[in-house]
């Protein structure tokens, strides 16, 4: 199981994760970047880390 954090002072608010998320778990809540979906669906493919152009995301493995 993974836990995906991201850090809403680094979050620039482009929403370049929100799509490519194949667990579709993130979305855009007043321009920054929020797990909206089922955190316990996290996958841990770290794509989110991979395409956030300020590094505002980690993943944790529980």
Known sequence: MFMVSINPDKC???GSCVDP?????LGMVDDKAEVTGDAAECMGCETCI?????????????
């Open 50 to 62: 991979e395409i956030c152009p300020s590094g505002a995301f980690t993943i944790m493995e529980l």
């Open 12 to 14: 620039a608010g482009c």
């Open 21 to 25: 998320c194949p667990a579709k778990i």
